[in-house]
């Protein structure tokens, strides 16, 4: 059936062509050589990309674009598509060979990439990098563990990525994703003490509960969304054990990969989890309500504590929500489960093998990488008359300040001016080409403080480049295997059987092929670390 209904639009896309005349996809040859930047002549390249709702729907109505072009001589004919629309395009170009010169923001799977370079859709990129591209080269040069991740097993890069450093080890901003955001001011008007241990945070939020400190019964003492990043709880199954995070996988300080989901701490915070519901803290809608409401419901100041990577997005940056530490549980211990996450995203954009202009292309592309106009792909710009903007320019010292964000939710505000795509952010970068970002002081700040100190595992699992034999398997196991166990996680904390079905739990996750699924992540943990 998926082959038939793909054949039916790859004909509708070819009668469509047909018919309507449309142009090719892809740019015509140039014969330019040895090119400078800007070019005497204006020449137009043919990418497809992808960019926020909240974006202009042409990309060269953005500030960063018009420079470039005028800084390269380069126009770019933009074929543009937000949410889903996007995949089916850039899918369907790939198939029916109407591709053009370039994809940007791709967001191809490791799996995809490596099919549509052995289809010949993309072009190996090491060869362009080493003759045309400075800037890449010198970020490679300098922190050489990208290369590695960004290389397929056969030895060959199919796409160029995106790298945003903010802190290292422990301390990098991306440890942790889900902030647990308590009410300090229901606490204080409370007289209560903030929670140190898991028994305490449930006393707490059965005050909340009986004393309705939002009004009229609108009170909800916890919120999350089950099973979404940044938004689960299980920031509070450290105090049980090795935690939980958004992959389920940590890897333990003997260098063995787990599956937290079938540890014995997991079901005790199973337990503990489903004692709040009984006790109606948990929001009822925490099992099904999307971001939308999530974020209503906490503008309204109804959340007592809730999970996201910055409260600015959701309750705003005043001081009646701060960070909750860590919480020990009922044998004393106190873990941070680290989030399996770093600022590195492999697949930011891909040559077409439909590209007759690979010079002209791949230097346009390291511009991308040049500090300064990494720095605002990533952020936003300066100098917008029309709109807020993210930056000052420094000329004086050829850097950029971040200007205040005057209450604006730093996620939106940067999906309408920045544009994303391959880049590179170091370090080194801050202090010398740009500042930090408010927000990523503050919240690397709390990171350090709050976090860090009880972080126990020393390491993360790496973003390994599996090859399409394990990627297959992967992805064919983790089909069953992952919605199970989302599944019996939502079910366990609202009906407490936890207990009474974990022998038969764990032997379902045998049959789904749940060893199987450790050696592949085994393996490819211990590949990283040769």
């Known amino acids: 059936m998926k082959k038939f209904f793909s054949l039916i639009m790859v004909i509708v896309v070819l009668l469509l062509t047909a018919c309507g005349g449309e142009e090719v996809s892809h740019s015509e040859d140039y014969g330019l050589e040895n090119i400078s930047f800007p070019l005497e002549e204006t020449v137009t390249l043919k990418f497809m990309?992808?960019?926020?709702?909240?974006?202009?729907?042409d990309p060269n109505e953005k500030l960063i674009y018009q420079r470039l072009e005028e800084e390269t001589g380069v126009h770019i004919d933009w074929l543009n598509f937000t949410g889903e629309t996007f995949d089916e395009r850039r899918n369907l170009a790939l198939a029916t060979g109407e591709m053009p010169d370039a994809i940007k923001n791709a967001a191809f799977s490791d799996y995809e990439l490596l099919e549509y370079a052995n289809d010949g859709a993309i072009i190996p990129l090491n060869d362009l990098i080493d003759q045309y591209m400075?800037?890449?080269q010198a970020i490679l040069e300098h922190s050489p563990e990208y290369e590695a991740m960004m290389t397929a097993p056969d030895g060959n890069i199919y796409a160029f990525p995106w790298i945003e450093e903010l802190g290292e080890g422990r301390g990098s901003i991306h440890s942790v994703d889900n902030f647990p955001w308590i009410n300090v001011d229901w606490i204080e008007e409370l007289g209560l003490d903030m929670p140190?241990?898991?028994?305490?945070?449930?006393?707490?939020?059965?005050?909340?509960?009986?004393?309705?400190?939002?009004?009229?019964?609108q009170t909800i003492p916890m919120s999350f969304i089950i099973n979404d990043g940044g938004q689960d709880p299980g920031f509070l199954f450290g105090s049980f054990g090795y935690g939980d995070n958004w992959d389920h996988t940590v890897v333990t300080n003997n260098d063995e990969v787990i599956?937290?989901?079938?540890?014995?701490?997991?079901?005790d915070a199973i337990h503990f989890m489903n004692e709040l519901y009984d006790e109606q803290l948990i929001d009822i809608e925490a099992f099904e309500h999307d971001w939308p409401t999530y974020v209503a419901k906490g503008q309204e100041g109804r959340y007592g504590l809730y999970f996201t990577w910055d409260k600015g997005n959701i309750t705003g940056m005043g001081d009646d929500?701060?960070?909750?530490?860590?919480?020990?549980?009922?044998?004393?211990?106190?873990?941070?489960?680290?989030?399996?996450?770093m600022g590195f995203d492999r697949s930011r954009m891909v040559i077409t093998s439909a590209n007759e202009n690979l010079e002209l292309t791949a230097k346009w592309i390291d511009q991308l990488y040049d500090p300064l106009q990494s720095v605002q792909n990533n952020w936003g710009t300066y100098g917008d008359d029309e709109i807020q903007n993210i930056f000052e320019y420094d000329e004086e010292n050829e850097m950029l300040r971040h200007l205040p964000l005057d209450g604006a939710a730093p996620v939106e505000l940067r999906e309408k001016t920045s544009v994303g795509g391959p880049l590179a952010i170091l370090d080194k970068y801050y202090g010398d080409v740009t500042t930090m970002p408010d927000d990523a002081a503050w919240r690397l700040n709390l990171m350090d403080e709050v976090m860090v100190p009880y972080m126990q595992a020393d390491n993360i699992f790496p973003n390994v480049f599996f090859d399409n034999d394990e990627l297959d398997r992967l992805s064919t196991i983790e089909a069953?295997?992952?919605?199970?166990?989302?599944?019996?996680?939502?079910?366990?904390i609202t009906n407490g059987n936890a207990d009474a079905e974990w022998d038969a739990y764990l032997q379902e996750l045998d049959r789904l092929g749940v060893?199987?699924?450790?050696?592949?992540?085994?393996?490819?943990?211990?590949?990283?670390?040769e």
């Open 134 to 136: 400075p800037n890449l």
């Open 49 to 57: 990309t992808s960019s926020s709702a909240m974006a202009p729907d």
């Open 259 to 267: 599956l937290t989901s079938m540890q014995e701490g997991y079901k």
């Open 321 to 341: 929500y701060d960070l909750m530490n860590p919480l020990a549980g009922p044998d004393g211990q106190i873990n941070v489960p680290r989030t399996n996450g």
């Open 515 to 529: 060893q199987e699924w450790l050696q592949i992540k085994q393996d490819g943990y211990d590949r990283s670390n």
């Open 196 to 217: 140190q241990t898991t028994e305490e945070l449930k006393e707490v939020l059965i005050a909340f509960r009986d004393n309705d400190p939002a009004g009229d019964g």
């Open 480 to 492: 069953d295997l992952i919605p199970y166990i989302h599944r019996k996680k939502a079910e366990w």
